[in-house]
């Protein structure tokens, strides 16, 4: 028969149904590396432009404490003000240059009246990971720090924590935690303080790539071309006779053989 007219009876139109949506899916997983890779190329055009930037003082990116814009990530911006020392937390479970340890939060209130929330760095767990195994002081009286704008982060439902600790650096629960206008879409992560006090692991650059986003696309692609060239060599095979028998029946032939051989060994003795 020809592959053509074997092609529009209805079980082949079938199988070419299943392999046009298997070849729209592999696209649109393709598409979707791509996006993804867009937003990787994205992030490290932000911090390249944004990271190494002067320092200005907060007021001149941020009017209000409520105000976010994006593209303001890593930005470099000079606070004054004093640290609330009573209302320091801990972020839990946080990866650092020493394994999983606590990250110190210390609220900074601007003369404004308005809190910054610094982050001053990474921090060692205790044996039981409970709690941090040192809590450095932070400087009383007035200070001035640089530090780069970082958004803050989702609450995680069902994710709590004890006194004094936080699971997530939710300026939302800080503010409501602290019962003050707290600038409740940015934090900063300390860059420099004065007076300098001990503080946990400064902060580095973060190095940013692509990831493989660009290969997988391409092999979803791939995949997608596949599926037609599997349904043509398939529709020719089937066209020229050349059907491979079921596996059940070459079961059952090979049983029969097993048996007529037997049989036969029994007539020669």
Not at 34 to 60: E, G, H, K
Not at 83 to 112: M, N
Not at 254 to 266: F, K, N, V, Y
């Amino acid at each position: 028969m020809s592959p053509w007219r074997l092609a529009v009876t209805p079980r082949w139109w079938g199988i070419l149904g299943f392999t046009v949506v298997f070849a729209v899916a592999c696209v649109g997983l393709g598409q979707w590396q791509f996006d993804r890779r867009a937003q990787a190329q994205a992030a490290i055009a932000l911090l390249d432009a944004n990271y190494d930037q002067s320092a200005v003082n907060l007021t001149m990116i941020l009017d209000t404490p409520a105000e976010f814009d994006v593209t303001e990530k890593w930005r470099s911006v000079r606070v004054t003000g004093e640290y609330l020392a009573s209302d320091v937390i801990y972020v839990r479970t946080r990866s650092g240059p020493g394994g999983i340890g606590f990250e110190q939060l210390a609220p900074l209130q601007t003369p404004s009246g308005a809190v910054f929330v610094v982050n001053r760095g990474w921090l060692p767990a205790n044996g039981d990971n409970s709690a941090p195994a040192e809590t450095p002081a932070v400087p009383s009286g007035a200070v001035e720090i640089t530090a780069r704008l970082i958004p803050g982060e989702k609450q995680i439902a069902g994710r709590d924590a004890p006194a004094g600790q936080i699971a997530t650096i939710n300026l939302e629960t800080i503010g409501d935690r602290l019962n003050s206008d707290v600038y409740r879409g940015w934090y900063g992560r300390l860059a420099s303080e004065s007076p300098v006090t001990a503080a946990g692991a400064p902060w580095e650059k973060p190095v940013l790539d692509e990831g493989p986003h660009l290969s997988y696309a391409l092999q979803w692609y791939v995949f997608a071309l596949m599926g037609f060239f599997g349904y043509g060599w398939a529709l020719r095979k089937e066209a020229r006779g050349d059907v491979v028998p079921e596996p059940k029946a070459h079961a059952r032939r090979s049983d029969e053989d097993i048996e007529d051989a037997a049989l036969d060994a029994t007539r020669v003795q």
